[in-house]
């Protein structure tokens, strides 16, 4: 039943003299966002509602974030012992919140924490995880598989050196150890170093997967609102600018990974191995390196050249994307009149959700009393430089 008719029963029904009525008065104002979460989703729907709120019916990001944002922080904190701990913390919340939520505290740093319980729970096994892959366990490694790496020095070698160096060509076994990191790293005076570079290098590689990810949610919001020039003048200058140069850093370790190894010749060997940040320094600055004697300063034939062109391909995306959205409008006619596409009730209700789902509302008459709304101006120019 229309809700035209459901007035006409309720009017008859209580035997009403003025019969009710409904005005459906067209507006060029955006509805209101509306994100329908529950327990499990409220805390990450809050994150990003902290950055800011996504318009009518462009896409939630928030859905992404429940693996995106605890994973990252899993990779920065990527210890098993303490993840333990997180993830114990957040299970009590989430497996009492019942009891938790009647007590009503007062306490701020309680209800933040209660706020964010399944973020919490999250956090903490994307921890235990990632301090498996570490094989980090309160800051300690644990040998359940036996190290991939063997002794071959004496009983005396071992006890007049106080450093011994270890040859991958020879005290590797050319197994790598079943999970994670082999745990002869614990006692490595170089520890330090290696792990700091893998996480770093790790960081990166997702991090720049992420922001590319994140940038490629635009184009089904241009998609949907018919605005194909976005994907031109903004879309694409972003993904060419972050493809060429962060991608490409990401391509030079995973090169480097694979290139480079002990039992490889002098130019590929990891003596050789040239710094991926040192390298994408000299790129962005066009300064040549300084190899070690007998060693190449790029990882591949005219990779300098590559790189010149990156650079400068880069660098012509930075305007398009400054100035190239507002110059389009501006040769369009200057400002543009906020056109809105016709969308039926029922298709926004399905969309954002309606506590009267079933219920069609028929478009009417426009309303007497009311003076139809100026339509709003639609990206201003001065306001997009």
């Known amino acids: 039943a229309t809700v035209r008719k459901a007035l006409a029963d309720g009017s008859s029904a209580v035997g009403s003299s003025i019969p009710s009525f409904l005005n459906v008065i067209e507006t060029s104002e955006d509805p209101p966002t509306f994100n329908r979460t529950n327990r499990f989703t409220q805390g990450f729907q809050n994150l990003i509602d902290a950055y800011g709120i996504a318009t009518y019916r462009e896409v939630n990001p928030a859905l992404y974030t429940i693996i995106t944002f605890p994973f990252l922080f899993a990779i920065m904190f990527g210890d098993a ?51 498996i892959i570490y094989n980090d366990v309160f800051s300690k490694m644990v040998n359940v598989f036996g190290s991939s790496w063997k002794l071959n020095y004496t009983k005396t ?13 020879f005290e590797y076994t050319q197994f790598p150890y079943p999970v994670g990191l082999d745990p002869v790293w614990q006692s490595a005076a170089n520890k330090i170093v290696f792990l700091n570079s893998y996480k770093m290098k790790l960081s990166i590689i997702f991090g720049v997967c992420h922001m590319m990810f994140g940038v490629t949610l635009s184009v089904i919001n241009h998609l949907h609102f ?35 190894a002990p039992q490889n ?45 990156f650079v400068l391909i880069a660098f012509l995306c930075v305007p398009i994307m400054l100035f190239g959205k507002p110059i389009y409008l501006l040769c369009c006619g200057g400002l543009k009149k906020h056109k809105k596409v016709p969308v039926s009730y029922t298709e926004q209700a399905a969309s954002n959700g309606d506590l009267r789902e079933g219920i069609e509302l028929q478009p009417a008459g426009p309303a007497q009393a009311a003076e139809p709304e100026e339509p709003s101006e639609d990206e201003q120019p001065a306001e997009i430089f």
């Open 81 to 131: 012992g303490h993840g333990v701990i997180l993830a114990i913390f957040g299970a009590y919340m989430v497996i009492w919140e019942s009891s938790l939520m009647k007590k009503k505290s007062n306490n701020e740093i309680w209800n933040i924490f209660f706020g964010g319980r399944y973020i919490i729970l999250l956090m903490g096994l994307f921890s235990i995880y990632t301090g």
């Open 157 to 169: 070698e071992y006890m007049e050196n106080k450093d011994m160096t270890l040859d991958p060509r």
């Open 265 to 309: 010749e002098l130019k590929t060997s990891p003596r050789c191995a040239p710094s991926v940040l040192i390298l994408f320094i000299n790129m962005m600055l066009f300064k040549p390196g300084s190899p070690f004697e007998g060693c190449d300063e790029f990882m591949f034939p005219y990779q300098k050249d590559v790189q010149i062109a």
């Open 226 to 260: 018919r605005k194909p020039m976005n994907i031109l003048l903004e879309y694409l200058p972003q993904m060419i600018f972050l493809t060429l140069l962060f991608f490409y850093m990401v391509a030079m370790m995973f090169i480097k990974w694979i290139l480079y």
